[in-house]
């Protein structure tokens, strides 16, 4: 375990109050998650009752209260092989306040240990930059990926392909904040990596867009991979250069830097 890295044992701290699965058992300051739990149903839906549990390796990237993290403990970490990992600073982000954050990691750990799955849990308390990494290290494989950290785009784009790396074929990854819009400048919201990361991995991606959410589930790759027959292209192919025009990219940057100074006097 590296020094940063602190695994919580939720089983410690929890009251194990094995009481029926209602939501109402738990306490969370907000609702976020609750709205989308319809979705959630229909999006795994095949994994829920009469289906028979099946052995998930779960990831939660970014768990706040437990508010996810105890509906995927109830709902799909019922078979016995199940594992869950969730990674979390618990130093809250851009997005909450300190009211928020204040004995956010105590919420987390007694809303958490309400599920009987709890034993099934791995908290890493960690940046998930360096989690990711750490469980990397590790060989770890996934079946299940929720992100849901920093709001950050580069932050998102660096989850989601730390992530993707980690998922079996067949696994599905879910990004929360496709519409989200904290930050006035669109390329730092997580819509930009959301967007950026399945051009990249859309030959290997089959995708639903639901309210606010993208879920992917990995596919086999629909493209060979082929070599450019002449090696000289493959350096000096000059007919490519300008599909991305880099002073479009610089045109973004100046206008997201000037959309911050024209903010900075509405504090
Ligand atoms: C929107 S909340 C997660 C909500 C949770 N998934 C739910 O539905 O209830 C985002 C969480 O990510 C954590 N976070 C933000 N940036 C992070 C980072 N770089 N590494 C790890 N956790 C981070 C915050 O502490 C916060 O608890």
Excluded at 11 to 20: K, L, M, N, R, Y
Excluded at 46 to 72: C, D, H, K, N, Y
Excluded at 112 to 118: A, L, P, T, Y
Aim: proline content about 4%.
């Amino acid at each position: 375990m590296s020094a940063q890295q602190q695994n919580l044992h939720a089983e410690d701290e929890s009251s194990f109050q094995d009481s029926p699965k209602q939501r109402s058992r738990f306490t969370f300051q907000n609702a976020w998650f609750e709205q989308i739990i319809p979705t959630w149903v229909d999006q795994t839906s095949s994994l829920l009752p009469p289906a028979p549990p099946v052995p998930l390796r779960i990831l939660e990237l970014g768990s706040f209260e437990g508010a996810s993290t105890t509906w995927i403990l109830d709902n799909l970490a019922n078979h016995p092989s199940t594992s869950m990992t969730a990674i979390d600073t618990f130093a809250g982000g851009m997005e909450h306040d300190n009211a928020e954050v204040e004995s956010l990691q105590s919420r987390f750990l007694t809303n958490v240990g309400k599920c009987s799955n709890v034993g099934k849990l791995r908290v890493m308390k960690n940046r998930t930059e360096d989690g990711l990494i750490d469980l990397r290290k590790e060989g770890a494989k996934f079946d299940f990926i929720y992100i849901d950290a920093s709001h950050v785009a580069i932050d998102v784009l660096h989850d989601a392909v730390l992530s993707w790396q980690m998922l079996e074929l067949g696994g599905r990854l879910v990004f929360d904040d496709w519409t989200w819009k904290g930050y006035n400048e669109d390329v730092l919201n997580p819509r930009m990596a959301i967007m950026a990361f399945l051009q990249c991995a859309a030959a290997e991606a089959e995708v639903v867009e639901t309210e606010s959410q993208i879920w992917i589930t990995r596919v086999k790759s629909r493209i060979v991979a082929t070599k450019n027959p002449d090696p000289a292209l493959m350096y000096w192919d000059n007919s490519q250069r300008f599909e991305v025009d880099p002073s479009s990219i610089k045109n973004n940057v100046q206008e997201a830097s000037d959309a911050t100074e024209s903010s900075k006097g509405r504090d």
